[in-house]
């Protein structure tokens, strides 16, 4: 296999992996519908950047750590549980506040377009599973000898599969229809997303418990 085989496999992989529901769609969809398109965008520049530094920890190695040091992974699975279940928690206790409407700067109530970057990042970061898909992807397809110009264009290309695919779903839910269904029914779609995040923060935290035992 070419490197550029390689390239487009290991693009295509990663692809699948962040199309596949899990709490970074709920998450920018949620700030989508519920702030701005500007909002939706900037979380998910911010699931970009955690793709690429998982994909930087891959060609570095770093990732082989989180393996050897079983604690080290357990720790940082705790953490990242304990985070998705504060944002739930927050999500299903705003559920029955009314609708911020997006100012001229684009920034919805509560939450600035910053914010919502640092929020999509530290989603995208929250989860260690994540580097392990990505070392098991890199180490399954990655020649022994890998050319140079290849581990230096995986950590921005990947950047640019995740951030394109949570692009779109920014786009998608933060079109007028979805915002005035949204507005409708505001109460129970942010308490199934709060449900949701918290039943995947419960989930990880509960295999990092399983794990140490």
């Given amino acids: 296999m070419t490197a550029f085989a390689v390239l487009l496999s290991i693009l295509a992989a990663i692809a699948i992996g962040a199309m596949s529901p899990g709490p970074s769609f709920v998450l920018v969809s949620r700030i989508s519908v ?78 600035s377009v910053r914010r919502a970057f640092l929020v999509g990042l530290f989603t995208q970061l929250s989860n260690p599973k994540t580097s392990i ?47 005035l269904v949204y507005m409708r029914l505001k109460r129970w779609i942010d308490r199934g997303a709060g449900a949701v995040m918290g039943a995947l923060g419960v989930k990880l935290m509960a295999e990092a418990i399983k794990a140490k035992a």
Avoid: D, N
């Fill in 34 to 111: 519920a702030s701005s398109r500007s909002h939706g965008l900037a979380s998910a520049l911010g699931m970009g950047v955690g793709g690429a530094f998982f994909a930087a920890l891959a060609v570095l190695g770093l990732t082989a750590l989180l393996l050897k040091f079983e604690w080290l992974y357990v720790v940082l699975k705790l953490l990242g549980g304990a985070y998705l279940v504060y944002l739930a928690v927050k999500i299903w206790r705003g559920a029955s506040e009314p609708l911020g409407v997006p100012g001229p700067s684009g920034e919805g109530r509560g939450l």
């Fill in 133 to 179: 898909v990505y070392a098991s992807i890199f180490a399954a397809l990655m020649p022994q000898s890998p050319p140079l110009w290849l581990l230096l264009a995986l950590p921005p290309m990947l950047f640019c599969v995740e951030a394109g695919w949570y692009t779109i779903v920014a786009l998608a839910f933060s079109g007028t229809r979805a915002r």
